[in-house]
T-cell receptor
């Protein structure tokens, strides 16, 4: 069964704006990860946040995790047209496998 | 330093035929995962393997689907007697596992094999 639900399903913004994507999950987790997928390609790992962390940064990416609400958000600041892709959250439930959400399709218009 | 290699990238089969998808993990990785992605959907977990062992196959359909990761050679996802509903992109990912080189928890994905059933 799917673990994560992402919101919104689709997001369209202008270059330079910030993009925020949210992910909710159902069970306890070891860590939560965000991946990016360009159309027709494989997934690329972006960032991982552990269950005992609340916030993490990597370049223009900022991830937060609220284990009490079982939710996470991914913020992409100063977006670029090249950020256009689908973004997926994935939860690691301690079993080694990742369970992915449905994804948010981000379109950044130049 | 090659990444995860999947082949074929595209495969067309007629209903009732067999499909075999191959995955060579990254060098030094001993864990392989298979996921299926239907159009406009997320990835659904299928199976998690280590060399010569199936660790978790909770996402595998009960019939027609099988996976292996032999001691030598790539991991194989085999779909027998394909039906139109099997049309999807099948992704393989690998990781070094807990006892691997540096376990970070992330998975490394291949570019996928896109199966079309006519």
């Amino acid at each position: 069964s799917q673990q994560g639900e992402e919101d919104p399903q689709a997001l369209s913004i202008q270059e330079g704006e910030n993009a925020t994507m949210n992910c909710s999950y159902k069970t306890s987790i070891n860590n939560l990860q965000w991946y990016r997928q360009n159309s027709g390609r494989g997934l690329v790992h972006l960032i991982l946040i552990r269950s005992n962390e609340r916030e993490k940064h990597s370049g223009r990416l900022r991830v937060t995790l609220d284990t009490s609400k079982k939710s996470s958000s991914l913020l992409i600041t100063a977006s670029r047209a090249a950020d256009t892709a689908s973004y997926f959250c994935a939860t690691d439930e301690w079993g080694g496998k990742l369970i992915f959400g449905q994804g948010t399709e981000l379109s950044v218009k130049p | 330093n090659a990444g995860v290699m999947q082949n074929p990238r595209h495969l067309v089969r007629r209903r009732g035929q067999e499909a075999r998808l191959r995955c060579s993990p990254m060098k030094g990785h001993s864990h392989v995962y298979w996921y299926r992605q239907l159009p406009e959907e997320g990835l659904k977990f299928m199976v998690y393997l280590q060399k010569e062992n199936i660790i978790d196959e909770s996402g595998m359909p009960k019939e027609r689907f099988s996976a292996e990761f032999p001691k030598e050679g790539p991991s194989i996802l085999r779909i027998q007697q394909v039906v139109r509903g099997d049309s999807a992109a099948y992704f393989c990912a690998s990781s070094p596992g807990l006892a691997g080189i540096v376990y970070t928890g992330e998975l490394f994905f291949g570019e996928g094999s896109r199966l079309t059933v006519l």
